[in-house]
Antibody
């Protein structure tokens, strides 16, 4: 059974830090790009960051660039999101998602095949 | 960043109806568009990728079309389990971006 389990969320003050973890099982982790996507309460989906299968490339949303760092440990089947200088607007449910990145000919696409249940981050004083 | 503008933001329909949701990209994105369904309290699920490729296990009443800047998700005959919120996603370049969502409600 495929599982993605996020952890590490909680209440933090503005300017503080938090590190999220996502533990994967039931699929070949190092065959998937991994992505963090968040959703503020009652709002839509917001793409945050992703990391290549071998960790060699990382991409970030403009809103988190320079504050958040994505990393992965393929030996532990885990992906992480280090969040620094947190702001109230970072309050959200944070999902990790696995992307098999299928190709059609020479084109590659994003498919969030598996998702976790999310971990809630609340930034408030 | 590329903006994805979805319309309508909400939609009321009945079981058996045909519905169409659209997404417009702020610049051309070839066919790099996917569609996701989210039900309350649950993680999203992939429906369509590469604009028109049906993801494994997704019912054939769902279809997608479009290229360049304009994309559509069509549900040919609404079923009770289809009432949910739908999001488009562009994966043409980074950062990837979602549309703001379309909430499909029962009439």
């Amino acid at each position: 059974e495929v599982q993605l389990v996020e952890s590490g969320g909680g209440l933090v003050q503005p300017g503080g830090s938090l590190k999220l973890s996502c533990s994967a099982s039931g699929f070949t982790f190092n065959n998937y790009w991994m992505t963090w996507i968040r959703q503020a309460p009652g709002k839509g989906l917001d793409w945050v960051a992703n990391i290549r299968k071998d960790g060699s490339d990382k991409y970030y949303a403009d809103s988190v660039k320079g504050r958040f760092t994505i990393s992965r440990d393929n030996a532990k089947n885990s992906v992480y999101l280090q969040m620094d200088s947190l702001r109230a607007e970072d309050t959200a449910l944070y999902y990790c998602a696995a992307d098999s990145s299928p190709n059609q000919g020479s084109a590659w696409y994003t498919t969030y095949d598996f998702w976790g249940q999310g971990t809630l981050v609340t930034v408030s004083s | 960043a590329i903006q994805m503008t979805q319309s309508p933001s909400s939609l009321s329909a009945s079981v058996g109806d045909r519905v169409t949701i659209t997404c417009r990209a702020s610049q051309g994105i070839r066919n790099d568009c996917g569609w996701y369904q989210q039900k309350p309290g649950k993680a999203p699920k992939l429906l369509i990728y590469a604009a028109s490729t049906l993801y494994s296990g997704v019912p054939s009443r769902f279809s997608g079309s479009g290229s360049g800047t304009d994309f559509t998700l069509t549900i040919s005959s609404l079923q009770p389990e289809d009432f949910a919120t739908y999001y488009c996603l562009q994966d043409y370049n980074y950062p990837h971006t979602f549309g703001q969502g379309t909430k499909l409600e029962i009439k």
